[in-house]
């Protein structure tokens, strides 16, 4: 089973995500914005399932659905790994890896974003563990 938290905003506009078997679990509106690094105050948050076997389709579909300024990323995790989406990247990690850890394996051709480095996703971002969250990546 996939498990993840989706932020509404960080949908491109005129983006969809269709074709993909999502179940949502919660949704909950939070003021956690940076509004002085481009975001928007209140996020609409998502958290949903999905079965396994879509796992690929789902990280390929955020990829392409994902605004790119401010750095914007969505998180899933399957038993076996952690899956760290931006716009054009799909990074992919053991379970419970964090801070100084391996480097994620990358799914993706590289694209460069102002709040990652060319080799993988900000510093703070790997500090996940298995119940990680997503957030904007402040540029």
Do not use: N
């Not at 392409?64 to 990690?93: C, I, K, M, N």
């Not at 100084?100 to 900000?122: K, N, Q, Y």
């Not at 971002?125 to 957030?135: E, I, N």
């Amino acid at each position: 089973m996939i498990v993840g938290t989706l932020i509404a905003e960080s949908i491109r506009a005129g983006a969809e995500l269709a074709g993909i078997r999502l179940v949502a679990t919660k949704i909950s509106r939070a003021a956690v914005g940076d509004v002085s690094a481009g975001q928007p105050e209140l996020w609409t948050l998502i958290e949903f399932e999905a079965p396994e076997d879509d796992t690929e389709v789902l990280a390929e579909a955020l990829a392409t659905a994902l605004e790119q300024r401010h750095g914007w990323y969505a998180d899933f995790r399957t038993p076996q790994e952690t899956f760290v989406v931006y716009s054009g990247r799909v990074f992919r990690y053991p379970p419970g890896i964090a801070g100084d850890g391996p480097r994620p394996r990358l799914m993706a051709a590289p694209m460069a974003f102002p709040s990652m480095s060319s080799t993988g996703p900000c510093r703070h971002h790997r500090r996940w563990s298995d119940g990680g969250m997503m957030a904007g990546c402040a540029s």
